[in-house]
Structure formats: structure tokens, C-alpha cells
């Protein structure tokens, strides 16, 4: 069973702080999808990484790409209200049309 | 509008009733998802199309549960005597190859 755990589940902190969500597997992906979602709307793409030690940086925001393309994480620098939300990563692989995703983190930011 | 559509965007229903949940895809995207999300949880995959492929239906969780696509466009997932456990958000996403999904914002389902 392909398992892509993403931790923490819930996150409450104040606006101004840092903070960092993962996403883990024993299975090697392809690339790996991170994914916002705001309560009544699906969910929108931030960043695709593909290649193994990659970092991506989008505003605040900071996607990396674990070397053996097992794990990810997404850490966010002075968190501000509009942060708040539904983090879900997505792995997916070579010869499978089907994404892999996370559980998803639980994101409140405090003014 | 350009994005993916899904209808309606709240239904409340009795058990025991069917129920037809409606998306229209981006035009020219060939991939369809379905996918199930319950409150503030991941999302649980349901039926997969691309193109004129026979479609993935391994995820539909039970054959209450059905869906179509016509003319590679328009789909509707169908639920037959619903349950209180199929309380849920219905996602839908369609990609223009099996990589970035744009979503809909969801059918919210709601069995009493």
C-alpha cells in the first residue's frame, strides 16, 4: 500500500511565525504536488517539484523536494491570515495516472 | 466561466434516495477525477476517465455508486440509495494530461 503521511495534521499558530509541514513515504515519486484549499473551494495547485533536491520558493512560501524523492516539505516564513487553510501534498509516479495524497494539514493563522 | 463546474453546490436528500451530482470539465481537458472529501480530510479517490479509455472505476466504494462521462465532456456521478455515511463533499477534477488537476468547488451532500 503506497502511503504518503503528512504531518502535522493541525496547526495553530500567530500571524509572525514560522512553521513547516512534511510529507513523508517509503515509495519514490515522481514529482510531488502541494496543494491549498480554502473552505468551500476545491483545491488549487502551488507548486509541482520534480527533481530530487530541488527547492522551490513562492513568496513566502518554500517547497522542497527530498534527494531520494521520497518526502517533501513546505515551510512558510511569517505566517499571515491569509495563510490559513487546507495544505495537501500529492505524489505521483511514472506509470500511474492516480496521485497519492497526503491527509492534509489543518493551517489557522491568528491575526 | 473557464474553470470546472460541478452542480449543484449544496444538495440535501432522505436516505434512501438517489442522488446525481454534475460536472463539466475544462474544455479540452481529457482527464476526469472524482474524488470524496469528508470534513477538513484528504481526498479519497473515487473513478478516473481519460479519453475514450474505459474508465478506473476501483475506487467507488460500493455499486451504489456510479458514474459516466459523455461525449469525453460533461459527467455525473450517480449515488443509488444514499446513506448516511455518503455525507460528503464530492470533488471533481479534470487535467488537460494525468498531472496538474484544477478543481471544482464541490457538490456538498448531505444525508439526513
Known amino acids: 500500500t503506497q502511503l504518503l503521511e503528512q504531518s502535522p495534521q493541525f496547526l495553530s499558530i500567530q500571524e509572525g511565525e514560522n512553521l513547516t509541514v512534511y510529507c513523508n513515504s517509503s515509495?519514490?515519486?515522481?514529482?510531488l504536488q502541494w496543494y491549498r484549499q480554502e473552505p468551500g473551494e476545491g483545491p488549487v495547485l502551488l507548486v509541482t517539484?520534480?527533481?530530487g533536491g530541488e527547492v522551490k520558493k513562492l513568496k513566502r512560501l518554500t517547497f522542497q523536494f527530498g534527494d531520494a524523492r521520497k518526502d517533501s516539505s513546505l515551510h512558510i516564513t511569517a505566517a499571515q491570515p491569509g495563510d490559513t487553510g487546507l495544505y495537501l501534498c500529492?505524489?505521483?509516479?511514472?506509470?500511474?495516472?492516480?496521485?497519492?495524497w497526503g491527509a492534509g494539514t489543518k493551517l489557522i493563522i491568528k491575526p | 466561466g473557464a474553470g470546472v463546474s460541478q452542480s449543484p453546490s449544496n444538495k440535501v436528500t432522505e436516505k434512501g434516495k438517489d442522488v446525481e451530482l454534475r460536472c463539466d470539465p475544462i474544455?479540452?481537458?481529457?482527464?476526469l477525477y472524482w474524488y470524496r472529501q469528508s470534513l477538513g480530510q484528504g481526498l479519497e479517490f473515487l473513478i478516473y476517465?481519460?479519453?475514450?479509455?474505459?474508465?478506473?472505476k476501483s475506487g467507488l466504494p460500493s455499486d451504489r455508486f456510479s458514474a459516466e462521462r459523455t461525449g469525453g465532456s460533461v459527467s455525473t456521478l450517480t449515488i443509488q440509495r444514499t446513506q448516511q455515511e455518503d455525507s460528503a463533499v464530492y470533488l471533481c477534477?479534470?487535467?488537460?494530461?494525468?498531472?496538474?488537476?484544477?478543481f471544482g468547488e464541490g457538490s456538498r451532500l448531505t444525508v439526513l
Open positions: 477534477a479534470s487535467s488537460p494530461y494525468s498531472g496538474r488537476l484544477f
Open positions: 517539484v520534480v527533481t
Open positions: 476517465f481519460q479519453g475514450n479509455s474505459a474508465p478506473d
Open positions: 474544455s479540452g481537458h481529457t482527464a
Open positions: 515509495s519514490v515519486f515522481s514529482s
Open positions: 500529492a505524489g505521483a509516479r511514472d506509470s500511474n495516472y492516480q496521485l497519492i
